[in-house]
């Protein structure tokens, strides 16, 4: 068997998850933290590579023997795992949650789609709760401004080609996603928070459709535009690409299901 992790992370001291050759990543702090707790060295393997200053509230990733056999290598009831690796985690990565799946389970192959949040602080003062947690925006947006996001979010949902929402230079050759919701609301506490889910997703695609509802929120775009914008396939023609710290990989879907536990 493989473990699967559910993982909560804040991204801001980390070149991303996935292991760099001259930066501080998610997965090297997991696998240094994994051969402590299981005494052998193990193999970390993420659902998706997160860019670095990215946050994550549900992130998965498997942990198994780096060499050696599956079968009975767990010395730690799996309900208890959260407990073994955090005296080996830092204050800013968490396990929040653990699961045994078969040894041919890949957390990203198996996934059937992700949900993203973008969180943007547009308040009148700096919050220092929140600095680094979510995208500064300055100007900020009124409610008819919201509304109008929300509007354009609308726009994004389906099976399209999103090359406009891509990064310029990205090696991907298939554009083509399938949206499956994407929302827009003013939280409680007066953050704006942008939810999207979708079949996949493309380098900083995500931060890109932040960006141009922002745009739209301003009015230097319509909600409609955004039909368009698909259209042109041209990443020129939609808005700016948000910053890092406003976003956070929230759920993966998997179409199995998975028996989380948290003793």
């Not at 009975?72 to 795992?81: A, D, E, H, L």
């Not at 009124?142 to 990205?170: I, P, W």
Request: hydrophobic share 35%.
């Amino acid at each position: 068997m493989k473990l699967l992790f559910k993982i909560s992370y804040l991204g801001t001291e980390y070149s991303g998850f996935q292991c760099q050759k001259n930066g501080n990543a998610i997965q090297n702090v997991l696998t240094e933290a994994a051969e402590k707790v299981f005494g052998f060295p193990c193999d970390v393997t993420g659902c998706s590579r997160t860019d670095a200053g990215v946050h994550a509230l549900g992130f998965c990733c498997t942990v198994a023997p780096k060499d050696g056999e599956l079968d009975n290598w767990c010395s730690v009831p799996v309900g208890k795992i959260h407990r073994a690796f955090a005296q080996y985690l830092p204050s800013d990565i968490s396990v929040i949650a653990a699961a045994e799946v078969s040894n041919d389970f890949h957390p990203r192959y198996a996934s059937k789609g992700k949900e993203y949040v973008y969180k943007i602080w547009d308040g009148k003062y700096d919050d220092p709760f929140v600095a680094g947690r979510a995208y500064r925006h300055r100007r900020g947006v009124s409610d008819d401004g919201v509304r109008r996001m929300q509007k354009a979010a609308e726009n994004l949902v389906g099976y399209k080609d999103f090359t406009s929402f891509m990064a310029s230079g990205s090696k991907i050759t298939d554009a083509r996603r399938t949206v499956l919701y994407a929302n827009v609301e003013r939280a409680t506490d007066g953050m704006i928070c942008f939810t999207v889910a979708a079949d996949g997703f493309l380098y900083n695609m995500v931060r890109i459709m932040a960006g141009t509802l922002l745009d739209c929120a301003h009015g230097k775009y319509e909600p409609e535009d955004i039909n368009r914008m698909i259209e042109s396939k041209n990443r020129n023609s939609a808005g700016f690409t948000a910053a890092p710290e406003g976003l956070y990989l929230s759920r993966v879907f998997y179409e199995e299901e998975i028996e989380w536990k948290c003793d």
